[in-house]
Nanobody
C-alpha cells in the first residue's frame, strides 16, 4: 500500500511558478511509474506528466510541454512537478499517482494509488 500526499499548491499570477511535491509513505516511489493529473471544475481529469521508474523517461501533455518538469528525488521518496509560465487555464486540482507497471502511461485507469490533490489557482 502506498500513501501519497501532495503539497505546494496555491494562488499565483499568470506567468508565475509553483513547485508541487508528492511524498510517499509505505513503499519506495522508485518502484513505481509516477504521474501528475489535474481536474478543473466541470471538466474531466486530464493527464499532465509522467515519469518512469528509473527517471529516465518522461512524457508531457502538449498543453504543458516546455513549461512543466517532472522529476523524482529517491532519497526523499518524493516526486515533483515544477510549473513555470503558468496560465489561467492551468487552474485545477493537481493529483499525483503511482503505477506499478513498467512503462509510462497517460491513462488514469493504469494508476494504482492516488493522492488527495492540491489546488492550483492562476489569476489573469
Amino acid at each position: 500500500q502506498v500513501r501519497l500526499v501532495e503539497s505546494g499548491g496555491g494562488f499565483v499570477q499568470a506567468g508565475g511558478s509553483l513547485r508541487l511535491s508528492c511524498t510517499a509513505s509505505g513503499r519506495t516511489l522508485s518502484s513505481y511509474t509516477m504521474g501528475w493529473f489535474r481536474q478543473a471544475p466541470g471538466k474531466e481529469r486530464e493527464f499532465v506528466a509522467t515519469l518512469s521508474r528509473s527517471g529516465g523517461s518522461t512524457y508531457y501533455a502538449d498543453s504543458v510541454n516546455g513549461r512543466f518538469t517532472i522529476w523524482r528525488d529517491n532519497a526523499k521518496n518524493t516526486v515533483y512537478l515544477e510549473m513555470n509560465s503558468l496560465k489561467p487555464e492551468d487552474t485545477a486540482v493537481y493529483s499525483c499517482a503511482a503505477d506499478a507497471g513498467l512503462y509510462v502511461s497517460t491513462t488514469p485507469d493504469r494508476y494504482d494509488y492516488w493522492g488527495q490533490g492540491t489546488q492550483v489557482t492562476v489569476s489573469s
